[in-house]
């Protein structure tokens, strides 16, 4: 009997926090900029995989662009 367990594959979002001053303090301000598939910046949030979304999240943080979330 085969198991009627559904496909998971977990989506998720990619954002950078970028502080232009370059300080992280409580009051600073802080451009949030998300990341589609292609590793591309984007206006409005996109979905992805998790391991894709994770992926890239390495290299954007080897750039030092900013905090790198993956939501």
């Given amino acids: 009997m085969a198991s ?10 990619l954002v950078v926090h970028i502080y232009p001053a370059g300080l992280k303090v409580a009051g600073a301000e802080r451009i949030t900029q998300h990341y589609g598939r292609s590793g591309r910046p984007v206006k ?28």
């Fill in 44 to 71: 409005k949030p996109r979905y992805m995989p998790a391991e894709r979304a994770h992926a890239l999240a390495r290299k954007l943080a080897a750039r030092r662009l900013g905090t790198v979330s993956v939501l």
């Fill in 4 to 13: 009627s367990a559904p496909l998971a594959c977990p989506i998720r979002q």
